[in-house]
C-alpha cells in the first residue's frame, strides 16, 4: 500500500480535472477542489466538469468539493498568476510535512518567482514538487497515453510520489530539478505564442522549426543561469513539451500565437474570451528575469513586444535576423 493513498487536486479547470483522473486512474481516492459547492455539486450530479472538460466522463474515485481537507498529496492547478491569491487563503496546516505538486506553467508578474519560491513564500512547511511535460489535459482525462517529469529535490520521495501517480497510461519520470523543469515549463508558452505567430503569419515551417531549435539554445541559456541544469531539456519537460506545445494547434498559447499572426492585438484577443494562455503572462516577466541575469534572449524579448504591442511580427522577424552572424554553441 502507498502512503499517499488520498490526493487533493485544487483547481477545477482543464488541468486539475485531467490531473484528478490521471490520480483516480492510478488507483488513488482523490478529490477535486472546485470554487464553490455548486460547481461541486454539478461535477458530482453531472460525473463530468462540463466547463472544463466537456463530455470526459469521471472516474467514481473522483469526487469534488469546495472545501479542501486533509490529504496525502496536493496538487495545485489553478493559473501560475492565481498561485499566491489560492494559497493565501489556505489553511497552512493542510499543507505543513506534505507534499505540494505544482502544475501550473508560467513565472509571476512582478515578482519574476517560479511555482515553487511561490510555495515557500506561502507554505514554507510544505514539501513542493513540480510536475510537467506534454500532457494536454483532454489526452490525460481520457486515458490516452502520456508521460512527464516529477522534480523533487528528495530522490526517493520523488520516486515515491511518482508511483503513486502513476497509471497504466499516465507515467512520471522522477527527476531532481526542479528549476530546469519549472524555467522549461514556463518559457515553452512563449516560443508556442511565438511559433503560433509564425504560422498565423504564413512564415513557413521552416522558419518555426528554426525557433523552435533557438528557443531551445535560448531556453538552456535561462536554465543554467538560474542554477538549473541544461541536461534537464533533453527530457519531457523541456524538448516533450516545448515540441507538443510549438507545433499543435490544439495548445492554447500556440492559438493565441496564431491570432497575433494573423495581425489581432492583445487586448483584442482577450477581450473575445480566449482561453487561458499562459505565455501571455510569462513573456514580459521572462524578459525581465533575462534581463536580471544577463542572458541574451532575442526570442523572448521578440515575444513580448509583439504581445505588448509594442512592434508587429513583419519588424521583429527583421530584427531577428539581421542580427549580427554568430557561432552557434
Ligand atoms: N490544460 C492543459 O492541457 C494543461 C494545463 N497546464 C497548466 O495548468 C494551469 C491551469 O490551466 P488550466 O486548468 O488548463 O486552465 P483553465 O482555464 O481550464 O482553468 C483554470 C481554473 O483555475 C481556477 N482558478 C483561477 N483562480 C483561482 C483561485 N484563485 N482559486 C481557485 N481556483 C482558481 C478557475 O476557476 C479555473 O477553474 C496552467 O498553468 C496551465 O499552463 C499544464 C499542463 C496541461
Ligand atoms: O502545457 C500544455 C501541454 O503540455 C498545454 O498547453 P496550452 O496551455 O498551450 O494549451
Not at 531549435?213 to 534537464?232: D, F, I, K
Not at 498559447?253 to 477581450?271: H, K, P, S, V
Not at 534572449?297 to 521583429?316: E, N, R, Y
Request: net charge negative; glycine share 10%.
Amino acid at each position: 500500500m502507498s502512503v499517499f493513498e488520498t490526493v487533493a487536486v485544487i483547481g477545477g479547470g482543464a488541468w486539475g480535472t485531467a490531473l484528478a483522473q490521471a490520480s483516480a486512474m492510478a488507483g488513488r481516492a482523490t478529490t477535486l477542489v472546485v470554487r464553490t459547492p455548486e460547481q461541486a455539486d454539478r461535477i458530482n450530479a453531472a460525473r463530468t466538469n462540463e466547463a472544463a472538460l466537456p463530455g470526459q466522463a469521471l472516474l467514481p474515485n473522483v469526487t469534488a468539493t469546495s472545501d479542501p481537507s486533509e490529504a496525502d498529496v496536493v496538487v495545485l492547478a489553478v493559473p501560475a498568476q492565481a498561485t499566491r491569491t489560492l494559497l493565501s487563503g489556505f489553511d497552512p496546516q493542510l499543507l505543513a510535512g506534505r507534499p505540494v505538486v505544482l502544475s501550473a506553467k508560467g513565472l509571476e508578474t512582478g515578482t519574476l518567482a517560479r511555482q515553487s519560491e511561490i510555495l515557500a513564500d506561502m507554505a514554507p512547511d510544505a514539501i513542493g514538487f513540480v510536475l510537467s511535460g506534454p500532457s494536454f489535459a483532454a489526452d490525460v482525462a481520457a486515458g490516452r497515453p502520456t508521460a512527464v517529469t516529477l522534480a523533487g529535490d528528495d530522490a526517493n520521495l520523488t520516486s515515491d510520489l511518482a508511483a503513486a501517480l502513476a497509471g497504466p497510461s499516465f507515467r512520471p519520470y522522477a527527476a531532481d530539478d526542479r528549476v530546469g523543469v519549472e524555467i522549461a515549463g514556463a518559457l515553452k508558452n512563449v516560443y508556442a505564442l511565438a511559433c503560433g505567430a509564425v504560422d498565423g503569419a504564413q512564415l513557413g515551417a521552416s522558419a518555426r522549426a528554426a525557433l523552435i531549435a533557438r528557443g531551445y539554445a535560448e531556453m538552456a541559456r535561462m536554465v543554467t543561469a538560474m542554477g538549473g541544469s541544461a541536461h534537464t531539456l533533453t527530457g519531457l519537460a523541456g524538448l516533450g513539451d516545448l515540441t507538443l506545445t510549438c507545433t499543435s494547434v490544439q495548445s492554447r498559447n500556440y492559438q493565441f500565437g496564431m491570432a497575433l499572426g494573423a495581425g489581432r492585438r492583445t487586448e483584442d484577443i482577450l477581450g473575445s474570451g480566449a482561453k487561458l494562455a499562459e505565455g501571455v503572462a510569462t513573456a514580459p516577466v521572462a524578459a525581465a528575469l533575462a534581463r536580471s541575469l544577463g542572458v541574451d534572449a532575442p526570442l523572448i524579448d521578440a515575444v513580448d513586444a509583439v504581445v505588448a504591442g509594442k512592434a508587429d511580427i513583419a519588424t521583429v522577424v527583421a530584427g531577428l535576423m539581421s542580427r549580427p552572424l554568430k557561432r552557434e554553441a
